[in-house]
């Protein structure tokens, strides 16, 4: 069943750029919104999936 790499290479591959997408994005937005986003950040602890990540 896993034999191969390559059907789960694309997984990987995006899961990797959702990730650090969502690093990027977390440090952008504190910038531009500052305290505002913090106060989201409070409201909404996850950031992809909720219990998750």
Avoid: N, Q
């Avoid at 290479?9 to 990797?16: K, V």
């Avoid at 990027?24 to 950031?47: I, M, Q, S, T």
């Amino acid at each position: 069943m896993f034999d191969a790499v390559l059907p789960y290479f694309y997984f990987i591959f995006l899961t990797i750029l959702l990730v650090d997408r969502s690093y990027r994005d977390d440090e952008r937005c504190a910038k531009k919104y500052g305290a505002d986003w913090d106060e989201y950040r409070k409201l909404v602890p996850h950031r992809i999936l909720p219990g998750i990540y």
